[in-house]
């Protein structure tokens, strides 16, 4: 796109880029949502792993995520033993995660609730 930006740059249309600029937003959107699916399917697997499980191959794919190791992450994911680092994942985070989030070498959530300011929380 540099050069295309070039020349944009030179018929002095910065408009002419927008749709890009979108396009550009969208799918970085597309791959935030799957990796947080991802995220989720995989914590749901370490506390529920006699459910059935999605690799989330079509997601990816349709995400354009490349990196076909991610199509096992969720079949691969167990909880942590308590003497190994975690990260505590959450739809939303509320008062009941206190004791979760003390023994958590990070917080990730798909919202911002009242105990948190950010989507992403880590210490």
Do not use: W
């Amino acid at each position: 796109m540099t050069e295309k930006t070039r020349i944009i740059k030179t018929l002095g249309e910065p408009g002419l880029l927008l749709p890009v600029l979108l396009n550009d937003g969208l799918a970085a959107n597309d791959r935030a949502k799957y990796y947080f699916t991802l995220l989720q399917a995989a914590a749901t697997h370490a506390r529920h792993p006699e459910a059935q499980v999605s690799s989330l191959r079509r997601e990816r794919l349709a995400s354009g995520v490349d990196d076909e190791t991610c199509d096992q992450v969720v079949a691969a994911s167990t909880l942590a033993a308590t003497d190994r680092p975690a990260i505590l994942v959450r739809d939303m985070t509320s008062t009941d995660d206190i004791a979760g989030t003390a023994a958590a070498a990070g917080v990730l959530t798909a919202a911002g609730g009242r105990t948190s300011r950010a989507a992403v929380v880590a210490r």
